[in-house]
């Protein structure tokens, strides 16, 4: 019964109609039985599609973005985005996050989906096949939302000022059972344990075929993917690499920039969007337009300062982001503009997140330059550069593309970053890269149409840890807050 418990809450049933329902239909129909039965239930409960944000306006907080002023009165607009901007610490609004869900209760949500399957799929009737998949993308995704929940709500896994072991994550569930009991939160610590649990399993139980086949389902590439991320949070320079290398030589290609007509952005027949619908190098895409967006909005977008990262000669100045011609300030503010979600239809959206191979390139070339660090061989400096120059020769015209060489260990690394800042722009990452970076003061510039404001995110802002949401919080007792910072004023 608590199986089909789960399912009425899920569709939507109350509990005043359950007795009716169930009069009206036989168990049979309504429990699932067969393991293409659950398959199914987790793609309607366990992926972030539809309205189900994950991520809402979190890219509105990073060294991304601008506000950008303007003759024409746009301060209207400008004023929906300053909540999130500055780093308000309620700038999700009421206790569910606004109109959309806050990520706390949608995370939790497509968690309990995980749940569901991962618990039914054994006693499922099914293939062990199947019954291998299913096992891996409930798996798989269950790390990847406890990922998020933790590099949300918890301090970051290499955080100076305390151990992972002491600081608070979030309060891991990882059973079906829908009880009411008050759950305190588990360590940073912890959490990652139950991660690297997941993933290792995931990892173990996909079918034999390791090649992806639905670029919208959870997969073997993905789970090696998000293994190499988790374990570069952790500081598993080891582990990076082995993840990695293993997508790496199962699916080494990634897009070349130079396939791009000059004239691309007109034509809407040449158009090749970057992970708004399947790639080459596309391994798994999910999300929704919903969320809110660095490049989205009349007067917020990508910033002139991240703009100037790029060489002149960088092709991804025109094709992941673009910078508008001067006619276009009649009609907006913006100047910089991203491009990476855009479809044929010219502004139409897909999928807000996708997971791609040359994340691996970029995981494990700082993986190398983190070893460099350590143990002062040029062969770790060196396969650091083979993996960098690798992306960078197909984000250049041949003319124009100049290998990386040899550098101290400490410029290697940084420029480790500062090409991963290049290469996943508005994907997603930033947010939680800065935490993992050391958390660094970022201004942010409100200009308005009579006056301009400057807003600061302090080095180690407790805004870079979310609050709980009050809802979450008046359910369970045991809940401990996060320290909130004070409301932020300009400067």
Known sequence: MRTLFTILVFAGISLSSCKKFLEEQTRSELTPQTTEDYSQLLYGTGYAFGQTTILESISLMTDEVQVYA??????????????????????????????????????????????????????????????????????????????????????????????????????????????????????????????????EMSISTFAIDKKKANMYRFNYLAARLLASRVYLFTEEWDKVIEHASELINTQPAIQDLNSWPADWYWDPTTFKPIFASPTIESLFLYGTAAEGEASSGQVLSLSEELFNQYETTDLRTTIYLVRLPDFMQLFTPVKISGQKRLTATYGGKENAYGMRTTEAYLNRAEAYAQKYIKSGNVADAQQALDDLNYIRSRRYKPADFQPVTIMPAADLLHFCRDERRRELVDEGHRWFDLRRMGMPAIDHIFALRAQTKIYRLEKNDPQYTLQIPRSAMLVNTLLEQNPAAPIRQPL
């Open 70 to 199: 303007n003759d024409q009165d746009y301060d209207v607009v400008a004023m929906g985005s300053l909540p999130s901007f500055s780093w308000q610490f309620n700038y999700l609004g009421d206790a569910d996050g606004g109109t959309l869900g806050s990520p706390w209760k949608n995370l939790y949500k497509l968690v309990a989906g995980c749940n569901i399957a991962f618990d039914a799929v054994d006693g499922s009737t099914g293939t062990p096949q199947e019954k291998n998949q299913l096992k891996g993308e409930a798996a798989g995704l269950r790390a990847l939302y406890y990922w998020y929940l933790v590099n949300l709500y918890g301090k970051p896994f290499n955080d100076s000022t305390t151990t992972p072991e002491k600081s608070p994550g979030v309060p891991l569930i990882i059973s079906p059972d829908l009880r009411d009991e008050p759950r305190a939160r588990n360590t940073v610590a912890e959490v990652y344990d139950q991660i690297r649990k997941d993933l």
